[in-house]
């Protein structure tokens, strides 16, 4: 249970129940939001009447199934969004030989974006037009790892491979 100040903020953890409130003159009442593992959320109002009791029953309404997976499919959505951005402006970024973007955008998205193929492809793309081969097949090479399937990086590596045996 967390305190909820007049603006809405949440204050830190009040306790458990049963809980003592020590009366606020200034405010009047307290408000407080009750959460629980696998219930909704929900907000009471106490007043605070010095030397007066009060008791509160509350009962918490069952989250089902759908509650969760409607949450984690926006959740996914949200995140997936924001990747295909990045990696948009990355691409964006490579295309106009932008080098400092391009290096500022790999650097931010280094921790989110680690297990993406199509991350080290368009990092491989990059060091492949810099003339930097090497780095490029390492690029390749992980988005191999990541995706067997990555045609891209596939071909692109197997491109560099035969031009480095010629």
């Avoid at 696998?38 to 106490?46: C, L, R, S």
């Avoid at 009060?54 to 509650?67: M, T």
Wanted: no cysteine; proline share 3%; charged share 25%.
């Amino acid at each position: 249970m967390f305190s909820v100040d007049t603006q809405g903020n949440r204050g830190a953890l009040a306790g458990t129940t049963p809980l003592t409130l020590k009366p606020d003159p200034a405010q009047g009442y307290a408000t407080y939001e009750l959460r629980k593992n696998g219930f909704e959320a929900t907000t009471i109002v106490v007043p605070l009447v010095e030397a007066s009791r009060v008791e509160i029953g509350v009962r918490l309404k069952a989250i089902d199934e759908s509650y969760f997976r409607e949450r984690f499919q926006t959740d996914q959505s949200r995140t997936l969004s924001r990747q295909f951005l990045e990696l948009l402006k990355l691409q964006n970024a490579i295309l106009q030989r932008n080098d400092a973007e391009v290096e500022r955008l790999a650097g931010n998205m280094r921790s989110n974006f680690e297990q993406i193929s199509a991350w080290h492809s368009l990092l491989g793309n990059y060091y492949f037009l810099k003339g930097q081969r090497e780095r490029a097949k390492s690029f390749y090479q992980k988005a191999l790892e990541l995706d067997p399937d990555n045609a891209e990086a596939r071909s692109l590596l197997q491109a560099l491979n035969k031009k480095g045996e010629s």
